[in-house]
């Protein structure tokens, strides 16, 4: 499984925009990124995911660079409730989701 | 739409026991997910149950078992049950196997003590 690596937490203000980034250099031809974050007691939540190209929804934007060695996920107004440790995961072929430890947000006011 | 069903959300069991949780999968969902979530391991991936079969497993030893339903609901059993099987447990539907989407529920947080 492609491993990948994130910084264990970062701060944003709130309204601003949040920038995580991840790195995934072994990451193989045809496996997908995937993007999902953690509320404290929850579930994880299904972010965005993305091959090749950049995306967007209604959540988040997800940059995948062109090597596709790396990747950052875009909030692009954090709130409060955005608070949460995000998850970035490289799928392997046989659909296994491998958790690393995630990047622990914290939005301040 | 209900979402993805764990019950029972908590649950304290003594070593040796043996322990069976429960998921209903969101409806049309065919596929369902099973992790462990620990402190000191974070999220592991247990197996996973499409069309009553597993299609993949995790490294967890044999003592971890689980099956699925005609109706897609699926249970997990842990047997001979040690400390370090004190987790949250949480169950994630999708699709179909292999769908980009996965829809976790809350967990069954399981103490043993």
């Known amino acids: 499984d492609a491993k990948t690596t994130q910084p264990p937490s970062m701060d944003c203000a709130e309204g601003r925009a949040a920038n995580l980034p991840c790195n995934h250099s072994?990451?193989?031809?045809?496996?997908?990124v995937y993007w999902y974050r953690q509320i404290h007691s929850q579930g994880p939540q299904y972010i965005i995911h993305g091959l090749k190209n950049n995306e967007t929804n209604e959540m988040a934007s997800l940059i995948i660079t062109e090597d596709r060695k790396s990747s950052t996920l875009i909030l692009p107004h954090a709130t409060l409730r955005d608070t949460a440790v995000y998850y970035c995961?490289?799928?392997?072929?046989?659909?296994?989701?491998?958790f690393g430890a995630g990047t622990t947000v914290t939005v301040r006011a | 739409k209900a979402g993805v069903t764990q019950t029972p959300r908590y649950l304290i069991k003594t070593r040796g026991q043996q322990v069976t949780l429960s998921c209903s999968p969101i409806?049309?969902?065919?596929?369902v997910s099973w992790y462990q979530q620990t402190p000191g391991q974070g999220l592991q991936f247990l197996f996973e149950y499409f069309s009553e079969t597993q299609r993949n497993k995790g490294n967890f030893p044999g003592r971890f078992s689980g099956r699925q339903f005609s109706n897609s609901r699926s249970e997990m059993n842990v047997s001979t049950l040690e400390l370090g099987d004190s987790a949250l447990y949480l169950c994630?539907?999708?699709?179909?196997?292999?769908?980009?989407?996965?829809?976790f529920g809350a967990g069954s947080r399981l103490t043993v003590l």
């Open positions: 994630a539907s999708s699709l179909s196997s292999g769908a980009n989407v996965l829809t």
């Open positions: 995961i490289v799928r392997s072929n046989d659909y296994k989701l491998s």
């Open positions: 072994t990451i193989s031809g045809n496996e997908y």
């Open positions: 409806s049309g969902h065919r596929s």
